[in-house]
């Protein structure tokens, strides 16, 4: 089945894997498609409740942090069907949001 979910592309998951909370939007390439505003803890997943056969062109996220709310470098795409993502930290309060590769264990 690759990338595809039942109903279409896998729906969106963001790992916030930096120390604090984040929010921010999920932008996808159609006006038929409804972008999605999450939130998400740190060390946790969010994942969108469904997504068709919308392709993402952009994922914002903010970063709360005791400095005050940073944005983070977002991920953009002309429209991808890829549904795995990370909030990363890259510097002192430098964040980015990018795309999860799965390894893949050699035999």
């Known amino acids: 089945m690759g990338n595809r979910g039942p109903n279409g592309y896998d729906p969106v998951q963001i790992f916030n894997s930096t120390s604090f909370n984040a929010f921010g939007k999920v932008e996808y390439a159609s006006i038929f498609c409804s972008d999605d505003n999450y939130s998400v803890q740190r060390d946790e ?13 952009r994922i914002t996220a903010t970063v709360k942090t005791p400095s005050g709310n940073i944005e983070a470098t977002p991920y953009t795409s002309s429209g991808t069907s890829f549904s795995k993502f990370a ?15 799965s390894a893949k264990k050699r035999k």
């Open 87 to 101: 909030i990363i930290q890259v510097g002192v309060n430098q964040f980015q949001v990018t795309r999860v590769v």
């Open 45 to 57: 997943t969010w994942t969108a409740s469904s997504r068709g056969v919308c392709l993402l062109t």
